[in-house]
């Protein structure tokens, strides 16, 4: 079954450059807010399956599925009790080999979310954990410490959770004393493996092979800056005003040390082991693109994420500098740069690109936020922004709903919230709940589509009636359509695997630059420019004659 699958995507290696992961167009999927199929309000891999010939339109060339496996769903699947399983709620293992081959049949390749920096704390490891004694190897498997303080009532550190609070929590012991605490860099539900453990690394080897010998096409690698922690467990004061995943801070004792590139060194022998270029994706956030690109030497990851070019204001200045670092730097090793937007961490770029007071990662925005954007210019520099990002070379990651142009929810009340950020610092942070909605598919359908019966796991705004896919999928001028004409002719012209050639002497707030066959012009100013000649063949929003609004981009071509 599995090399039947591959052979449909093309089994074997490509040569050196030519990879596929080096140009691709992957799609997220967030699983629970794509497709419900069964009609409990909550998407599953049969409603995944039953939508795959609507991205096959789409033009994507692979998918990347967030978590699916065996989980308590404290973290949305992101505390995961059985790696080698599919949780109940979104299918069964036939169900995911179903879609696989389903997918690999209409030529899209498939990389699913691994998440090994923490279990959940219903993983059978964690349980014997907390049965087993101080200094045992079931607690070796992770990071549990001794508290401070005469009684041990003071965490061994002062970390802190990226979802708010104390990294720490104490257990209680099997004679009902309070005992040791381990660390959850995340919820207290997630407790972080000991990557320094020869038994967590083999395990985590029998989990690769277990999906690579079904057929998928690769990973996405979760918090893969953050496995290894520093030799003596440092304090370490964080910067409140800090995005939570650490990239704007540098010399933090759990994000970015130097013992993680052993492991991926490791893991890059083992995908080579398998044909059709298996690749990993690092979901890393660091300070530096420099800094980044050691994940993606050429014997370690194959791609990580770009958060710099994500985090860049829509600015021309600050995203040529982006654009020409991030093409230096992760050439420099041997790597495509990625380009994104949008995902299931962060704002949705529909709305970000039009905030007017600062939002750091994972603190989302909500009835109470300051700065609150402007639905129209966000959704027209969303588009315009899209349009730069789909020409550049190497490869680019869509969200789900990025194609409908959907914005962030911002009016969920409080009772309908469901990130631990949100219960973790008492309401002060909205967490990521807005960007995570399900999506809308038909305008009058129960749940726009999304489900049969109507349930929704998150309310759906009532004005995404017009912004279901049936509404635009015949509209020339919508998002939708825009997004298909982008990835057709960054298809056939090949833009992935061009160059940029910066156009000089345009005048300050335009972007210009030519790759292979197009030149591409952004107007981030507020007032009209006059375009150079070229026959238009993708444009974000109208032209006025010979000119490019505010806010928009285009493509032309010599012919």
């Not at 079931?138 to 001794?146: Q, V």
């Not at 096409?217 to 995005?243: Q, Y």
């Not at 050429?298 to 600050?318: G, V």
Request: aromatic letters at 10%; proline letters at 7%; a negative charge.
């Amino acid at each position: 079954m599995t090399s039947t699958q591959i052979d449909l995507v093309d089994a074997r290696p490509a040569a050196s450059g030519a990879e596929w992961w080096r140009t691709a167009v992957i799609y997220q999927i967030y699983p629970r807010s794509f497709s419900d199929s069964s009609g409990d309000g909550v998407g599953d891999l049969p409603g995944i399956t039953a939508r795959l010939d609507d991205l096959k339109d789409l033009g994507v060339d692979a998918l990347w599925l967030s978590p699916f496996q065996r989980s308590p769903q404290k973290d949305a699947g992101y505390d995961v009790s059985d790696y080698c399983d599919v949780d109940p709620l979104f299918g069964t293992l036939a169900d995911f080999d179903e879609m696989l081959a389903q997918a690999h049949g209409r030529g899209i390749r498939l990389i699913v979310d691994l998440v090994p920096n923490h279990s959940s704390d219903q993983h059978d490891w964690f349980q014997q954990a907390l049965a087993a004694a101080p200094g045992s190897p079931e607690r070796a498997r992770y990071l549990f410490r001794d508290g401070k303080g005469l009684d041990g009532d003071v965490p061994p550190n002062n970390w802190e959770s990226v979802f708010g609070g104390p990294a720490w929590t104490r257990v209680i012991e099997a004679d009902g004393t309070l005992g040791q605490w381990y660390l959850h860099l995340f919820d207290s539900s997630q407790p972080d493996f000991d990557w320094t453990n020869e038994e967590v690394r083999a395990e985590f080897r029998r989990i690769l092979r277990f999906w690579l010998d079904r057929g998928v096409d690769g990973f996405r690698v979760d918090v893969a800056h953050g496995l290894i922690k520093a030799e003596g467990l440092p304090d370490h004061e964080h910067d409140p005003e800090g995005g939570s995943m650490g990239g704007d801070e540098d010399d933090v004792p759990y994000w970015g040390q130097d013992g993680v590139h052993e492991i991926y060194r490791d893991w890059h022998e083992l995908l080579a082991e398998y044909d059709g270029d298996r690749a990993l994706c690092a979901e890393a956030w660091l300070p530096t693109a420099e800094k980044t690109a050691l994940w993606v030497r050429p014997d370690e990851m194959h791609q990580a994420f770009n958060f710099a070019y994500l985090e860049t204001p829509w600015d021309a200045a600050a995203l040529r500098e982006v654009v020409t670092e991030s093409l230096r730097i992760y050439r420099g090793v041997g790597a495509p740069s990625t380009w994104v937007l949008s995902n299931h961490d962060v704002v949705r770029h529909a709305s970000r690109l039009a905030l007017t007071a600062e939002n750091p990662q994972g603190h989302g925005i909500g009835p109470k936020s300051p700065g609150k954007p402007i639905a129209a210019l966000g959704l027209q520099r969303a588009r315009a922004a899209t349009t730069v990002m789909l020409a550049l070379p190497g490869s680019a990651y869509l969200y789900q709903g990025e194609e409908l142009g959907l914005p962030e929810v911002i009016e969920l009340d409080d009772d309908t919230r469901q990130d631990p950020t949100w219960f973790r610092t008492g309401g002060e942070r909205y967490g990521r709940d807005g960007c995570r909605v399900p999506i809308p598919w038909t305008s009058d359908a129960p749940a726009y589509g999304f489900s049969p019966s109507g349930e929704s796991w998150l309310p759906q705004p009532a004005e995404w009636s017009s912004l279901a896919r049936d509404s635009q999928a015949g509209d020339a001028a919508s998002t939708l359509s825009l997004y298909r004409s982008l990835l057709a002719a960054r298809r056939a012209r090949g833009l992935g695997a061009g160059d940029v050639e910066w156009l000089e002497g345009c005048r300050d707030g335009v972007l210009a630059f030519r790759n292979r066959t197009i030149t591409v012009v952004a107007n981030t100013g507020d007032a009209p420019v006059a375009l150079p000649d070229g026959i238009v063949i993708a444009s974000s929003g109208p032209l006025a004659g010979q000119t490019l609004p505010a806010d928009t981009a285009v493509w032309l071509a010599d012919d």
